[in-house]
């Protein structure tokens, strides 16, 4: 494999949409997300009233890459052999002796090789993006009150969370102003979203002026689609991309077959915003609902004029974007990691309007892209020494997956907008080193050490 990688040479360029194109103010975003679902539980399922108040201090348990065991009510961290680095019990993180009673070395019950181990699972929930991490903290905190007020041992809350998103993000729940997280983002957008950087907005303007077909292929609905693109590219968003996909369902868009994810038309800009018909294939460009990789190529080749036209996918899920668009679709990916700003000393880059600052008073959360100290680093982790033996340092699972399905990896995309597009970034692969795809800079606790263990 060629050891760079190049926009000039893609006939095609999709992107995520949230927390990709659209970046949110993570603070205010990741409480009123927890907020949507602590108050379900409370006032719909009888939850304690002590979920509804959270504290600064505790978005320090957010951390991307844990997993949640669904039956013990344990999160952990894996290393990249599968064995477990660290664990709590709901909040109370498990000392090393009983972390060692629990997993010893060997590896977590559920672990599979990369392409065998899904992230979600009727035995365990892996967190991987930011609308998830403040369940990860909902769910710690309801483990420590079935544990405190029932001694509970094992746990069948998850239904209850499930309802949570089904009462909060169902495909009706915007029009229907269910829950309280569409209405809030509704009434103050500006409170949770960053509108595009001028950058950002000229390079997807120089993507198309370069011939480039570009996607926007997002899980989102299309109303919710529509009310972040208008506010952070303007109304004439549309203008930009070629090909618009909402309720794309990934991970499924990627792996499914067409019969079981057809493409859907959509009866935009009117008041239901519905979807109408199912196509046996994809003919035209325009905005469509639901839909397959498989299908959506065919109509990239007849656009491209190319048998094998080359495409990249920008996305900020390993799950749902980086993972399922380069092993079922083998398209160039790059990965939006938020850590990268979050890794400098754990000082987050400036990432707020200067105009916002002061605006929205109360205490904050730590951003979720900072270094969690219950954690560590999403990176790399330390693993204690036999007896008479220094601790060693291993790569995280979640790190590993970085190198193994990542082209790149960069901070934003305003980190490469003013490149030129032929600029030649190195990428990951066997022939460079580990560090070598993270752009502008590998994160800092990874450039310190440069040789890790990996097992």
């Known amino acids: 494999m060629a050891q760079h990688f190049s926009l000039a040479a893609c006939d095609v360029v999709g992107f995520d949409l949230d927390h990709t194109l659209c970046r949110y103010n993570l603070p205010e975003s990741a409480l009123l997300i927890y907020n949507s679902f602590a108050q379900f539980l409370v006032k719909e399922k009888g939850y304690d009233k002590e979920l509804l108040t959270v504290t600064p201090e505790d978005w320090d348990f957010c951390c ?4 949640l065991d669904l039956e013990d009510g344990n999160f952990i961290k894996l290393a990249d052999n599968g064995t477990v680095l660290r664990a709590s019990h709901g909040t109370k993180m498990m000392p090393p002796e009983a972390l060692a009673a629990a997993y010893g070395r060997k590896e977590w019950k559920h672990f599979m090789s990369d392409t065998g181990m899904a992230c979600r699972s009727g035995k365990y929930y892996f967190y991987d993006n930011y609308f998830d991490l403040p369940g990860a903290l909902l769910c710690a905190r309801v483990v420590d009150s079935l544990t405190k007020n029932n001694g509970q041992k094992t746990f069948d809350f998850w239904k209850d969370i499930v309802a949570g998103i089904q009462h909060n993000y169902k495909m009706s729940a915007f029009k229907e102003n269910c829950g309280i997280y569409f209405p ?4 103050d957008p500006g409170r949770y979203l960053h509108t595009c950087p001028e950058s950002v907005k000229k390079w997807l303007q120089q993507l198309k002026n370069a011939g480039k077909i570009l996607l926007l292929i997002t899980s989102s609905h299309s109303d919710y689609c529509r009310l972040l693109c208008e506010y952070i590219l303007g109304n004439d968003f549309t203008d930009l991309f070629d090909i618009v996909i909402t309720n794309a369902l990934k991970p499924g868009f990627f792996s499914h077959l067409p019969s079981q994810r057809p493409f859907w038309t959509l009866a935009l800009f009117s008041e239901k915003d519905e979807e109408q018909e199912a196509l046996p294939s994809l003919d035209k460009p325009g905005w469509y609902s639901q839909g397959n990789a498989v299908h959506l190529y065919e109509l990239l080749k007849k656009m491209t004029g190319r048998n094998e036209p080359k495409v990249v996918y920008f996305g900020d899920s390993m799950h749902s974007d980086i993972f399922p668009a380069r092993h079922y679709s083998n398209w160039e990916t790059v990965l939006i990691l938020e ?16 105009e916002k600052k002061g605006k929205y008073e109360g205490p904050k959360a730590k951003p979720l892209n900072t270094l969690s100290k219950k954690w560590g ?10 007896e008479n ?3 060693s340092l291993v790569y995280t ?16 995309l305003e980190a490469i907008a003013e490149l030129p597009l032929d600029y030649k970034f190195s990428r990951f692969c066997s022939s460079n080193s ?7 800079n590998p994160p800092l ?3 310190n050490n440069e040789t890790l263990t990996t097992k």
Do not use: M, N
């Not at 850590?339 to 707020?352: A, N």
């Open 64 to 67: 991307k890459g844990l997993a």
């Open 184 to 187: 809030e983002i509704k009434r």
């Open 339 to 354: 850590e990268l700003r979050g890794d400098r000393d754990g000082k987050p880059e400036e990432s707020e309007p200067l």
């Open 377 to 386: 680093s999403f990176f790399i982790d330390s693993v204690s020494g036999l």
């Open 389 to 391: 033996t220094e601790d």
């Open 397 to 412: 699972w979640s790190c590993k997956r970085i190198s193994t399905y990542s082209t790149i990896a960069i901070p934003s």
């Open 434 to 440: 580990k560090t070598a795809g993270y752009y502008p």
């Open 445 to 447: 606790i990874l450039s």
